[in-house]
């Protein structure tokens, strides 16, 4: 069914704590952790608890918890005290911009100078 859990999804994994993470953050939808190969000083990633496969695909079925999801982006950046500085949000959409987990889930990056446009 449309955004119940998958067995071989690692983010799913990690929403059912079978593979550990460094939380930063939970909601009743969404948890944030700290990304295992980070590319900036902070480098979180926020996912919804339910299973959709990208960004769009998320919001064209529950807007609410993608409102969730860009509020906590928001907080993990303020909890991180990069809100002052400015941080990026980004959702990697296909493979060819950089997907690898097809669980929608956005990074949150800061800490650093970053440039524009992205590469
Ligand atoms: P994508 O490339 O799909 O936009 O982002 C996937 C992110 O998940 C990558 O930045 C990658 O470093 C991160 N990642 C992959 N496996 C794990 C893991 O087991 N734990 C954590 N915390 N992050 C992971
Ligand atoms: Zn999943």
Same mark, same amino acid.
């Given at each position: 069914?449309?955004?119940?859990p998958?067995?071989?999804c690692l983010?799913?994994? $990690? $929403? &059912?704590k @079978?593979?550990?993470? /460094?939380?930063?953050? @939970?909601?009743?939808?969404? %948890?944030?952790?700290r990304?295992?190969?980070?590319?900036?000083? /902070?480098?979180v !990633?926020? $996912?919804?608890?339910?299973h959709?496969?990208? &960004?769009?695909? %998320?919001?064209?079925?529950?807007?609410?918890?993608?409102?969730? %999801? !860009?509020r906590?982006?928001g907080?993990? &950046?303020a909890?991180?005290?990069?809100?002052? /500085?400015?941080?990026?949000?980004v959702?990697n959409?296909?493979?060819? &911009?950089?997907? /690898?987990v097809?669980?929608?889930?956005?990074?949150? !990056?800061?800490?650093?100078? %970053?440039?524009?446009?992205?590469?």
């Amino acid at each position: 069914m449309a955004g119940e859990p998958q067995a071989d999804c690692l983010f799913c994994k $990690i $929403i &059912a704590k @079978e593979i550990p993470a /460094t939380v930063v953050r @939970e909601t009743e939808t969404t %948890l944030a952790f700290r990304d295992i190969n980070p590319q900036a000083p /902070t480098h979180v !990633l926020v $996912i919804p608890k339910v299973h959709y496969a990208d &960004a769009a695909t %998320l919001a064209a079925a529950d807007p609410q918890i993608t409102a969730d %999801l !860009l509020r906590e982006a928001g907080e993990v &950046a303020a909890g991180d005290e990069v809100d002052g /500085t400015g941080y990026r949000i980004v959702f990697n959409t296909g493979s060819g &911009a950089g997907q /690898t987990v097809f669980h929608a889930h956005a990074h949150v !990056l800061g800490g650093r100078g %970053l440039n524009w446009p992205p590469g």
